[in-house]
């Protein structure tokens, strides 16, 4: 019985330890790692024209281009466990780069971007999405599947518009350095 419980138990530490993965590329287009859907994803992107797309695959995909300057030192490092991944990107040109960022459509995302267009589309989950200046557009699909709305831009545009026909309560607000923001409770 001890033989065969050890023998469990070491053929579940291993199954553990061969679903936690990391992968650092540079300069390598695109960058892949498996993950299952329904994890929560968490971003860091170095500034640019970024789009995150949900898909029916379970990996990660990351690829990008700038057409004008070399890509050769850009920085992807993709750290997977079961339920969780850690997507950074750095050392980018400064000059029309643009980064796709494709996940399973069920995922919870946290995305931090200092500056550039951020799109988020075809993803079903929780929303965590902060730029400090530029443009955010998310497809958020149904209005009503979401109980609470938070969003801010240091500088530039933020809009809600698929909140605007719901009963909500929203306030919108400039504070330090110009800082927009809002907050909707939806009812």
Known sequence: MKKTLL?????????????????????????EAVFAAGGKLRLSLCS????????DEN????????????????????????????????????????IKIEVPKSSHLYVRMFAGDLEVRDLVGDKDVEMHAGQLTMHIGQPTDYAHVDGSVSSGGLEAPPFASLKAVCFAHFGNWGRESIVCTLT
């Open 7 to 31: 023998a469990l138990l070491c053929l579940n530490t291993s199954l553990l330890t061969s679903e936690i993965g990391k992968i650092e590329e540079v300069g390598k287009s695109p960058t």
């Open 59 to 98: 990996k990660i995909r990351v690829s990008y281009s700038s057409p004008h300057d070399s890509t050769a030192h850009v920085r992807v490092k993709v750290l997977t466990s079961q339920s969780q991944a850690e997507i950074s990107v750095a050392d980018c040109p400064h000059n029309s780069f643009q």
């Open 48 to 55: 640019g024209a970024a789009e995150i797309q949900g898909t």
